[in-house]
């Protein structure tokens, strides 16, 4: 069971920066996909960044040049670097893992558009104007 621990939220300014943090454990399988997603109460959990086995990133169009997926195997640990934040930022950050052989990859398959079965706890972001 892969498990999946989310740090580094909490606030900022609008225009600053925040670095989430997800350490896993528990890998059972030697590729997994890692994504971040965020959710905001009444809201639909919307995927933000993602990177597949083979180091491929998706991201959503709303962060895209303002936040970085970063991953760092050695230490199997993923990271979300939030630059420019602003107000709409504000959102529960989740990290996800799923198993991912090469068959589930097509050329134009993104990571952000798969579904996800692990998931961890969250880390609150909020930011202010």
């Known amino acids: 069971q892969v498990q999946l621990v989310e740090s580094g939220g909490g606030s900022a300014q609008s225009g600053g920066s925040l670095r989430l943090s997800c350490a896993a454990s528990?890998?059972?399988?030697?590729?997994?996909?890692m994504a971040w997603f965020r959710q905001v109460p009444g809201n639909e959990r919307e995927g933000v960044g993602a990177?597949?086995?083979?180091?491929?990133?998706s991201y959503a169009d709303s962060v895209k040049g303002r936040f970085t997926v970063s991953q760092d195997n050695a230490k199997d640990t993923l990271y979300l670097q939030m630059d420019s934040l602003k107000p709409e930022d504000t959102a529960m950050y989740y990290c996800?893992?799923?198993?991912?052989?090469?068959?589930?990859?097509?050329?134009?398959?993104?990571?952000?558009?798969?579904?996800?079965?692990?998931w961890g706890q969250g880390t609150q972001v909020t930011v202010s104007s």
């Open positions: 996800a893992a799923l198993a991912c052989p090469k068959w589930l990859l097509r050329p134009s398959q993104r990571a952000l558009d798969l579904k996800y079965t692990f």
């Open positions: 990177i597949d086995p083979d180091g491929n990133i």
């Open positions: 528990g890998y059972t399988y030697s590729r997994y996909c």
